[in-house]
């Protein structure tokens, strides 16, 4: 008898083959299997709270999270009084570092303090160091462990206080305070929800920045950084303010792509090429701000930020916008000014709520018909501009309410 194969007689079939898994042997198979067999454990623990999901475009599931306001856990369970619990948090494989598992644990956070939970826990395998690292980073740490009969294998419990409604935010406000780097006791503040280091003459910040999970504004405006850390990605609370203007950045991480949540970015007077494609993922943005940079396109992911209100561009180098822009439908107010535009967008053209459109100091030789067709516009700014508008064009915008400065 080998270690790999093993024959024994079991009931049904005369003999069954017991060995390794092999690299022949098809995953999928097995993972069909496991779902079997688990069907009945996961039914139950979907109907004990509430069940989310994660659903793609073509409307697959691609995550998960269940949750409950309360902790329905045997005695001796080490769960904190007045603790939710999540569990069964999964994600595609293929969407892995998407940051989708961080917006399905924000969301069961939300949820359980919603149903007035005041800590959130989960359990995790003692051996499974990647995925205990990755709540640490958002603010969990260990009460205790566990051994649960039906995998007969320890596992970790975590807690993370749930901040209540009315608690008032924690800010800490070193605006000007002539540091020139940031002391090693700031990131231990992990109970910060704001965090001012503006003006500081900051040249680096280190990725320590990540531990501070809690934060829903960060400003690091007006310093001389040339690079952020990719743990500003793991700031998944971040859902105010991300200030990032005034330095002397070339370049942004792709980890910023998980902030979904956040509202409000400024990467402004920087020293972009690009926006990276990541910044598409930032679903919740209301206003972006990339002015005075030295960008010469716009990355077409921007088109999925369907709740996206302000987009200021000025003093870039484009000389053109993706056709994805039309799929920005909020958008009211757009800032074109001291680029290099010889016409106007075509994808301007599908954007029903647009009130305010400057694009001064282009290169402009004419303006296309289809402006009467935008049903909010209130303000076209054409100043310092080659093209001379026909008087027809002007007088029905006019006519419209449209305020047109030539």
């Not at 209100?309 to 439908?329: I, K, M, T, V």
Request: proline share 7%; with cysteine; aromatic share 4%.
């Amino acid at each position: 008898m080998t270690a790999d194969a093993v024959v024994t007689p079991v009931p049904g079939p005369s003999s069954t083959t017991l060995r390794r898994f092999q690299e022949t042997d098809s995953v999928e198979e097995l993972t069909s299997l496991l779902r079997r067999a688990h069907a009945g454990h996961t039914a139950a623990g979907r109907d004990k709270g509430e069940c989310w999901v994660a659903v793609d475009q073509a409307g697959g599931l691609v995550g998960t999270v269940t949750l409950s306001g309360s902790c329905d856990v045997p005695e001796g369970y080490p769960a904190p009084e007045g603790a939710g619990s999540l569990w069964w948090l999964a994600v595609d494989p293929a969407l892995r570092g998407s940051g989708l598992g961080a917006r399905l644990l924000a969301l069961a956070e939300d949820r359980m303090a919603a149903l007035g939970a005041r800590q959130a826990v989960i359990d995790t395998s003692a051996s499974a160091q990647d995925l205990l690292s990755w709540y640490r980073r958002r603010g969990y740490g260990p009460v205790g462990s566990w051994r649960w009969s039906a995998t007969d294998s320890d596992s970790v419990v975590l807690a993370k206080p749930l901040r209540a409604e009315a608690e008032p935010p924690r800010v800490l406000n070193l605006w000007r305070h002539q540091l020139g780097e940031v002391p090693e006791s700031v990131w231990e503040r992990t109970d910060l929800d704001v965090l001012i280091l503006a003006d500081n003459d900051l040249t680096h910040v280190p990725p320590e920045i990540g531990r501070l999970s809690r934060l829903t504004t960060l400003d690091l405006g007006h310093n001389r950084l040339t690079s952020v850390p990719d743990t500003l990605g793991d700031l998944t609370g971040l859902s105010g303010f991300l200030y990032l203007h005034d330095n002397r950045l070339t370049t942004l991480p792709d980890a910023l792509g998980g902030l979904t949540r956040l509202r409000y970015l400024n990467v402004g007077e920087n020293a972009l090429t690009r926006l990276p494609d990541a910044v598409g993922g930032m679903t919740g943005l209301i206003e972006l701000r990339a002015q005075h940079n030295r960008l010469t396109a716009l990355p077409d992911t921007l088109g999925g930020l369907s709740r996206l209100r302000e987009l200021w561009l000025r003093g870039n180098q484009l000389d053109s916008l993706p056709p994805s822009l039309a799929g920005l439908h909020d958008l009211r107010h757009l800032d074109l000014r001291e680029n290099a535009l010889t016409e106007l967008p075509p994808a301007l053209a599908e954007l029903p709520r647009l009130r305010h459109l400057d694009v001064r100091s282009n290169r402009l030789t004419r303006l296309p018909g289809w402006l009467l067709s935008l049903p909010a516009l209130e303000k076209l700014d054409l100043r310092w501009n080659p093209c001379v508008p026909a008087p027809a064009l002007l007088a029905e915008l006019e006519t419209r309410g449209c305020v047109v400065l030539v």
